[in-house]
């Protein structure tokens, strides 16, 4: 049994304004070359309006954490909280980051335990300059 690929496809844009947006659908000149009204994203697209939130999200330290989650299933944040040597709430806020982005998601379970489970095994990022 072949284990599917994950990838996590994130597109922005910066605008003449200095800001970053999330790329629309029907924006010309997708990185992906799709264009016009009939482009459609992918389900696991998400648009990112701050590049430096991400950025921050996806530091050295942080993909360590996801790499860890991927390698050793934690069964909660609390048992995630030992193995990393972090926090248990500064751990929780990131996590929650990273479920905002779609990077994680957490198995909700009977009680308040939840199991973080890393959503991709891929983050693919698109910026295009218009």
């Known amino acids: ?9 994130v597109e922005m844009v910066l ?7 999330e790329l629309s659908p029907g924006d ?6 799709r264009s016009g009204p009939s482009a ?3 389900v696991n697209d998400r648009g990112v309006t701050e590049l430096d939130t ?4 996806l530091s050295a330290r942080n ?3 996801l790499k860890l989650i991927r390698a050793r299933k934690p069964q909660s ?3 995630l909280a030992k193995m990393s040597g972090r926090p248990k709430a500064s751990l929780t806020l990131t996590l929650k980051r990273f479920s ?3 990077i994680v998601r957490f198995i909700e379970t009977p009680g308040v335990r939840k199991i973080p489970v890393v959503a991709c095994n891929r983050l693919r990022i698109d910026i295009a300059i218009t």
């Open 77 to 79: 944040i609390a048992e």
């Open 40 to 42: 459609k994203k992918p």
């Open 15 to 21: 605008h003449h304004d200095g800001s970053w947006r």
């Open 100 to 102: 905002k982005y779609g």
């Open 54 to 57: 991400l950025s921050r999200l």
């Open 28 to 33: 010309a000149g997708n990185a992906d070359g």
């Open 1 to 9: 049994m072949s284990r599917r690929s994950k990838t996590l496809h």
């Open 63 to 65: 993909v360590e954490l």
